[in-house]
């Protein structure tokens, strides 16, 4: 359960920088439509292989899956094209949570 937590941070805390970065006032539905579809697509890849456990190839396989897939989800939910474009946030987002994942693991 602490580890869905501090997952869920992450991701709460990465759209939060995210919206004052853009300058955007921070709400509730805001973090929700940037941060949920990372963390759902985090959890679903976590059942299949955990993150925590083994080596720490599985947070890297973990990671470099549901990040793209979690950017797919939230282009989806909030109706915006998916294309080359989207390529800044995905790296961003890629780069803002790896090392809070490993410290995660680490944690665990």
């Known amino acids: 359960m602490a580890k869905r937590v501090w997952e869920a941070g992450v991701f709460v805390l990465f759209a939060v920088v995210g919206a004052l970065s853009h300058g955007r006032e921070v709400t509730l539905l805001g973090v929700l439509e940037n941060a949920a579809p ?17 080596p720490l190839v599985n947070l890297l396989i973990v990671w470099a899956l549901a990040l793209p897939l979690g950017v797919l989800l939230r282009s989806w939910i909030v109706s915006s094209e998916v294309s080359l474009a989207m390529l800044p946030f995905l790296l961003i987002a890629m780069g803002f949570t790896l090392p809070l994942m490993v410290l995660g693991r680490r944690l665990a």
């Not at 990372?38 to 083994?54: H, I, M, Q, S, T």
């Open 38 to 54: 990372l963390w759902l697509a985090w959890v679903l890849l976590a059942l299949w292989r955990d993150p925590y456990e083994g």
